[in-house]
């Protein structure tokens, strides 16, 4: 396996929960950091939510709602969506990164993508 794999992902009223998760390989997810990002139709990649070995970051947009994890031995990383919105409607990727990020909010330094899972969330 050389990519992330992500799953958990469907529809789900507004206020609803979803529980993504994204199966790695011990190469993927060895690195830095891991990380997601989603893209909601028409509009650029954005960051919701990365941790590293020992801290964890947040989009404002989805702070107090998302809770990134991981579990190191199952290689799996998971991101606990609650009191979703439809404007949290988007594909979402996981990514890893093999060395610190300058920046943990950009993609530019996460090298490892996922194919991405859909999330869909109705009014």
């Known amino acids: 396996q050389v990519q992330p794999v992500e799953s958990g992902g469907g529809m789900v009223q507004a206020g609803g929960s979803l529980r993504l998760s994204c199966a790695n390989s011990?190469?993927?997810?060895?690195?830095?950091?891991m990380a997601w990002f989603r893209r909601a139709p028409g509009k650029e990649r954005e960051f919701v939510a990365a941790?590293?070995?020992?801290?964890?970051y947040y989009a404002d947009s989805v702070k107090g709602r998302f809770t990134i994890s991981r579990d190191n031995a199952k290689y799996t990383l998971y991101l606990q969506m609650n009191a979703l919105k439809p404007e949290d409607t988007a594909v979402y990727y996981c990514?890893?990164?093999?060395?610190?990020?300058?920046?943990?909010?950009?993609?530019?330094?996460?090298?490892?993508w996922g194919q991405g899972t859909q999330v869909t969330v109705s009014s």
């Open positions: 990514a890893g990164a093999f060395k610190r990020p300058r920046d943990y909010y950009s993609a530019d330094d996460y090298i490892y």
């Open positions: 011990a190469r993927t997810f060895g690195g830095y950091a």
């Open positions: 941790t590293s070995w020992s801290d964890t």
